[in-house]
């Protein structure tokens, strides 16, 4: 189950003085339980407007969104949302930073508690359960903010360029834990990148977008064994394919 579908999703910002952006138009696509895409393409495309919609942030001016059949209007910790940076609490250690989500749905303490020791272990930060965000460097923050997504159990994990600040050693780790993480706990997972080396080493399927208006320019399938080799041939095909792919985007 779990089978994420989007209709027909326009959206149109209006700006003050007549001038407006099609952000997005006329995207469709059918995500299946447990898959994991990722979408690349041009700054601009819409990749975090879609985002947004899907996690009930952001309304579409058309098209429709469903989780199991289920209209997708609201926000709802099912769907989980991580972002690039800074989006974890200043004030909170790492274990409150976690407990927050389940503390506002009005779940016991110890429960809470319980929960949230269980998603630290799963990232492996469990000795830094007191430390506050700017004790942490950048990838240990990013641990953090998927152990906080995971702890509320969502369906469908909403990911937008959430290792873009990274250095490049941080970055690797974080997508052989992330894919063990997704391997576990069997989650739906939307990935946004701006990286193709990314991109074709995580997904089942990447969606390549075009931009102005943001449309979905071609869907690959990946269908090589994982864990993939970086530097093997068939990645090395894949990733010259959707460079040359991302070139005519742009320059479309
Ligand atoms: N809240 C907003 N108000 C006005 N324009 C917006 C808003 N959000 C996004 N846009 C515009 O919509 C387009 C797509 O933006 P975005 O989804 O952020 O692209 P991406 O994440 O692919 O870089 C851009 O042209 C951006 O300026
Ligand atoms: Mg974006």
């Not at 898959?35 to 947004?52: A, D, H, N, Q, Y």
């Not at 058309?62 to 926000?75: C, M, R, Y």
């Not at 389940?102 to 998603?119: R, S």
């Amino acid at each position: 189950m779990s089978r994420l579908l989007l209709e027909g999703i326009s959206r149109v910002f209006e700006k003050e003085g007549g001038q407006s952006t099609q952000a997005l138009d006329n995207v469709s696509l059918d995500i299946k339980a447990k898959e994991f895409v990722c979408f690349i393409g041009p700054s601009g495309c819409g990749k975090t407007t879609l985002l947004r919609a899907i996690a009930g942030l952001d309304t579409p001016d058309s098209g429709k969104i469903t989780l199991d059949n289920e209209h997708i209007t609201v926000p709802d910790p099912r769907r989980g949302m991580v972002f690039q940076e800074y989006s974890l609490f200043p004030w909170r250690t790492v274990m409150h930073n976690i407990t927050f989500g389940l503390e506002m749905q009005g779940m016991g303490k110890k429960e809470v508690i319980e929960i949230a020791d269980k998603y630290l272990k799963l990232v492996g930060l469990e000795q830094f359960k007191n430390s506050y965000p700017y004790e942490l460097s950048g990838g240990m923050r990013q641990r953090v903010a998927i152990a906080r997504a995971l702890a509320n159990e969502p369906k469908v994990l909403l990911m937008d360029e959430p290792f873009g600040a990274l250095d490049a050693q941080t970055r690797n780790i974080l997508q052989q834990e992330l894919l063990q993480i997704w391997e576990k706990k069997g989650v739906t997972i939307l990935f946004v990148t701006h990286s193709v080396d990314e991109a074709v080493y995580l997904a089942d399927r990447i969606v390549v977008m075009s931009a102005r208006p943001g449309k979905i320019k071609e869907v690959i399938n990946v269908d090589l064994l994982r864990p993939r080799d970086r530097t093997s041939h068939e990645v090395n095909t894949l990733r010259e394919r959707l460079l040359n792919m991302l070139a005519e985007a742009r320059d479309q």
